[in-house]
């Protein structure tokens, strides 16, 4: 069964400082992945998404993830937090690769602290 | 141009009753989905729509639960005598194809007490 896995339910920066958000995908089939962010009160915004192109993959606001198969993880970096990015961040996959059954991780909330 | 939109954005209900929640997609957008999300989860796939069929209700949790898309376009999640556990974020998306990016409206809070 395909399922995604959210390491941290929490994580706490400090601003200025790099964030890392680990994920983990359970798969038989190549998956598409992405990464969503929730800000209070407001609907969910696509940061990123992978689909089997590049392993390294860019999105909005300086968020990048990378694709490692043989960890089966899709980790969202940042180098420098800013006191915007606090928010809940899920991990999506879609099983098989491009359909539209997104199963979502459980979350995880970011602090940003000043 | 507009987001997904969706009403109510709060809806507070007693157990028993019926409850409709309303969604009017991205215009153009063919595929709409409605999840659920409870408290301290990732929003939980409930029904998918491409057109005016529901292509997959494989989430909807009983048959208390129906979902409408009559013209292709705005859709009603429905609740037939709601209970205390139906409490939860619904969310609606909507896509320009069934593989596209998913866009998500900011959600309908019901509280069932």
């Known amino acids: 069964a395909q399922s995604v896995t959210q390491l941290d339910s929490h994580v706490s920066v400090s601003e200025g400082t790099p964030v890392l958000l680990r994920c983990n995908y359970s798969s038989s089939y190549s998956p598409s992945l992405f990464w969503y962010v929730q800000h209070p009160n407001k609907g969910l915004q696509l940061l990123l998404k992978?689909?089997?192109?590049?392993?390294l993959v860019k999105g909005i606001n300086g968020f990048e993830a990378e694709f490692k198969k043989s960890e089966t993880s899709f980790h969202l970096t940042k180098p420098s937090a800013h006191m915007s990015d606090a928010a809940e961040y899920f991990c999506v996959v879609s099983l098989p690769s491009g359909t539209y059954k997104y199963i979502f991780g459980t979350g995880t909330r970011l602090k940003v602290l000043a | 141009g507009a987001g997904v939109s969706q009403t109510p954005s709060n809806k507070v209900t007693e157990k028993g009753k019926y409850v409709e929640l309303r969604c009017d997609p991205i215009?153009?957008?063919?595929?709409l989905y409605w999840y659920r999300q409870s408290l301290g989860q990732g929003p939980e796939f409930l029904i998918y729509f491409q057109g005016t069929g529901a292509a997959d209700d494989s989430g909807l949790p009983n048959d208390r639960f129906f979902a409408v898309r009559p013209e292709g376009s705005v859709s009603t999640l429905k609740i037939q005598r709601t209970e205390r556990g139906d409490s939860a974020v619904y969310l609606c998306?909507?896509?320009?194809?069934?593989?596209?990016?998913?866009?998500f409206g900011e959600g309908s809070r019901l509280t069932v007490l």
């Open positions: 992978y689909t089997s192109a590049a392993t």
């Open positions: 215009s153009g957008h063919t595929a």
């Open positions: 998306a909507s896509s320009y194809t069934s593989t596209g990016e998913l866009f």
